[in-house]
């Protein structure tokens, strides 16, 4: 099977580990299991309880107070509504490997994480793309979408949160999107890794508690900062595609592993305690970037509403590839290339890490822009 190189993960594989200042990362500052059980407050005797479990391949549906968590993040879904999968990675593959078949029409959007347009085309889905725009603040256009769809849509493939731009779509906006949607009968995919990440007190919408058919994909790894735990999740009230994911991860997955879900339930025993640390970081670390933004005359961007991500526009004519590599080995800033996700003159910054990690990576970065000017690159006019 033929895939296109998945462009962030190769550039994070490349340069992740090297990084002095990793304003690339996409995480919210991630946890240690201490941390874990001190933000929770659960008994770390429960510990001791679990090393005196056999390991066998545990829940293979997923173990039950995992799945009861993951419900406490919709306001209608049962555990069985719920499959468990290894991240959301894991989950937006398996979503397509289990519905997906040669010739199928979808939509989806662009910029977004790659797996949700290159892996569908791999399975030679004809897959139509929807490009976001900074002039409608990268909000989907409704008259775009509807242009774009057609009896044949079996799919429409969203992003909310959006990464990389931190757009959010209201309640509205998702219910247009489904009333598109449901004229054709599609199911809406909406990966929603970062919801919940917002920067205002409000309730964030998913696609499976406003529609029968939506298909929501979500993980631990961003909002709850427990990447290494590799544990996400697809979630709808649609049986069939309950029944067609359970089948086919028989044939890849089986489980996901006792340790690891086990200790996803005590991350969502209450969402609520990881979720209040999160909000507090991405709110203040936004508020930084922000003023960096406004205070470096040859940056600008559309202010992220939520999520972790921002899309950082530059005036200096350099191609973002050679910017972003030359500022990680000049400075060891480390942000993601716009040709990542076929932009130019931009790139991406992850502003969740350390608020001291951020600001340290921000001033590397006008550093390095201060010495682009000096040697006489132009500003594109
Ligand atoms: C939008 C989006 N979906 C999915 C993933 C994969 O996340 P996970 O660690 O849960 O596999 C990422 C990671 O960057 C992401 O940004």
């Known amino acids: 099977m033929k895939i296109r190189p998945f462009a962030v993960e190769e550039w994070m594989n490349e340069y992740e580990t090297g990084a002095k200042y990793n304003i690339a990362e996409t995480c919210v500052n991630s946890v240690s299991l201490d941390e874990l059980f001190a933000i929770t407050g659960a008994d770390r005797a429960g510990l001791d309880e679990f090393c005196t479990r056999r390991m066998t391949y545990g829940h293979i549906e997923g173990a039950p107070a995992f799945r009861e968590g993951i419900c406490r993040l919709y306001r ?5 509504d719920v499959v468990t999968t290894h991240g ?7 979503v397509f490997y289990s519905l997906i078949e040669p010739g199928d029409e979808i939509i989806s959007i662009m910029p977004t994480y790659q797996q949700l347009y290159s892996i569908p085309e791999s399975f030679r889905a004809d897959v139509r793309l929807v490009h976001l725009k900074p002039e409608n603040h990268y909000h989907i256009d409704a008259d775009e979408l509807r242009a774009a769809v057609t009896p044949r849509t079996k799919m429409i493939c969203i992003n909310n949160p ?3 731009t931190g757009a959010l779509l209201t309640k509205e906006e998702l219910l247009t999107i489904i009333g598109i949607a449901k004229e054709v009968g599609a199911w809406v995919m909406c990966d929603e890794v970062y919801r919940h990440l917002t920067q205002k007190d409000e309730w964030c919408e998913s696609v499976a508690d406003l529609y029968d058919k939506g298909i929501s994909v979500s993980s631990m790894s961003k909002v709850f900062s427990l990447a290494g735990l590799r544990l996400g999740w697809i ?8 029944r067609a994911c359970l089948s086919h991860r028989d044939y890849n ?10 200790a996803a339930g005590i991350a969502l025993r209450d969402p609520e305690k990881l979720l209040a640390r999160n909000r507090a970081i991405v709110r203040e670390n936004l508020a930084v970037l922000d003023a960096w933004v406004a205070s470096q005359p040859h940056v600008s961007y559309v202010r992220p509403e939520a999520g972790t991500t921002a899309l950082v526009y530059y005036d200096l004519d350099l191609p973002s590839r050679a910017f972003c590599e030359e500022m990680y080995h000049a400075t060891g ?5 716009g040709d990542c996700f076929e932009l130019e003159y931009c790139f991406r910054v992850g502003y969740a890490c350390s608020v001291q990690e951020l600001k340290a990576g921000l001033r590397a970065v006008d550093e390095y822009i201060t010495r682009k000017l000096a040697e006489g690159v132009p500003v594109r006019g």
Do not use: R, Y
């Not at 209608?76 to 069985?80: I, M, S, Y």
């Open 76 to 80: 209608t879904l049962k555990p069985e």
């Open 88 to 94: 959301a990675a894991g989950a937006n593959h398996h």
């Open 162 to 164: 959006n990464n990389p």
């Open 235 to 242: 979630a709808t009230h649609d049986k069939e595609v309950i």
């Open 253 to 262: 997955l089986v489980s996901c592993g006792m340790f690891d879900e086990w």
């Open 333 to 337: 800033a480390f942000v993601t290339p």
